[in-house]
């Protein structure tokens, strides 16, 4: 039951909601600040992308050349920005799965992968 017969205060929950709401857009720009590496063939391709999953860089060690396969050099760079874009998921979870929670569920919001 909520005080004063019953109602919700709704100062408070607009006030709440709006705390929430800045809270949850300080995490996404945390993320956008954010940088996580994934790597492939052993660290011959090194993906960099942003904690919302921007491609930022990419590195990719001369060994891994081979100008007769080609084909296996776009897979390590497929699989390093892969990797990186999971290290990128698993941020967003740790960092806006709790706000999202706090806003009725985890696929409440817009526009978030969970």
Do not use: C, W, Y
Request: aromatic letters at 2%.
């Amino acid at each position: 039951m909520f005080p004063g017969g019953g109602q919700p205060n709704m100062q408070q929950l607009l006030q709440q909601a709006q705390k929430m709401q800045q809270d949850l857009a300080a995490a996404q720009e945390e993320l956008a600040r954010t940088l996580v590496e994934g790597t492939a063939g052993g660290g011959l391709v090194k993906a960099t992308v942003t904690g919302s999953g921007e491609l930022q860089g990419l590195v990719i060690d001369p060994k891994a050349v081979d100008p007769e396969d080609t084909e296996t050099l776009a897979d390590l760079v497929v699989a390093a920005v892969r990797d990186a874009n999971e290290s990128a998921h698993k941020l967003q979870q740790d960092k806006l799965g709790p706000l999202a929670s706090g806003l009725g569920g985890g696929s409440g919001i817009p526009g978030l992968p969970f």
